[in-house]
């Protein structure tokens, strides 16, 4: 088991860093490399970059400026597709990709990156929904369906890949604040053979200790880290050295 990480999400839309509710309202937080100076100020343990831009191509002269600007464990995710695509990323300094909906869509691409570059590189997440009916659901956010695929089925899956670590995204709850789904994140985290972390929902300091206590990997959060005060003002933020110690230790 690593270290316990609580880990900064940032959304990038056209070179622009967004904040997103159940990824549909979109907030602008700032420029990307002016936030990575501050978490890198902050002492951010890691921090996981989403680019959501509907382009056919990634944006690898940001990337470089990102990478060259931060002191912190780098993971990207968007648009990735070959081998050389991986590698180039890999080379500018960034340690995983993430992948999502490629599971789905190229499977055996997934297998051969770790095949390749190994599986501490890959970090895999996967969007949980419920339903009409309130069932729990693989959810596809790229083309807004569910899968006919049972969550133990798709948990099999990765098993056999094993990747460095598994997110486990709750659509349902992002950006909203409620607090992480603990019962179900709970139950599918002793189904899971690697490490495990959750996003969507973070509430408070309290859901970090919790999933800690549960012998989670790590939390990726995004609202906690973005906002503050009782009119949810945008101020890039990370915990403090006494509520990190205070994370740790319990």
């Given at each position: 088991m690593t270290l316990f990480r609580a880990i900064p999400l940032l959304l990038i839309e056209?070179?622009?860093?967004?904040?997103?509710?159940?990824y549909k309202k979109k907030i602008y937080l700032g420029d990307p490399i002016n936030i990575i100076k501050i978490y890198n100020d902050l002492g951010v343990d890691e921090i996981i970059i989403l680019d959501i831009s509907n382009k056919n191509s990634i944006n690898f002269k940001k990337l470089q400026e990102i990478?060259?600007?931060?002191?912190?464990?780098?993971?990207?995710?968007?648009?990735?597709?070959?081998?050389?695509?991986?590698?180039?990323?890999?080379?500018?300094?960034?340690e995983k990709i993430s992948f999502n909906n490629k599971i789905f869509e190229d499977l055996n691409f997934v297998e051969n990156?770790?095949?390749?570059?190994?599986?501490?590189?890959?970090?895999?997440?996967?969007?949980?929904?419920?339903?009409?009916?309130?069932?729990?659901?693989?959810f596809i956010k790229k083309k807004n369906k569910?899968?006919?695929?049972?969550?133990?089925?798709?948990?099999?899956?990765?098993?056999?890949?094993?990747p460095a670590e598994v997110i486990i995204n709750f659509v349902?709850?992002?950006?909203?604040?409620?607090?992480y789904n603990k019962k179900l994140a709970r139950s599918l985290r002793g189904k899971i053979l690697t490490n495990v972390l959750v996003y969507g929902g973070a509430k408070d300091i309290n859901d970090f200790i919790y999933l800690k206590n549960e012998n989670f990997s790590g939390a990726v959060a995004s609202s906690i880290f973005s906002f503050v005060g009782l009119d949810q003002g945008v101020l890039i933020n990370y915990f403090n050295s006494t509520e990190l110690e205070l994370i740790h230790k319990n």
């Open positions: 056209n070179e622009e860093c967004i904040k997103t509710v159940n990478s060259s600007e931060s002191f912190i464990p780098l993971t990207y995710g968007g648009g990735v597709s070959t081998l050389k695509e991986v590698e180039k990323i890999l080379s500018l300094g960034f990156v770790i095949k390749e570059f190994g599986s501490s590189s890959v970090s895999i997440s996967f969007n949980i929904k419920k339903n009409f009916f309130g069932e729990d659901k693989i569910y899968l006919d695929i049972k969550i133990d089925d798709y948990l099999s899956i990765l098993n056999t890949l094993k349902d709850l992002e950006g909203t604040r409620k607090g």
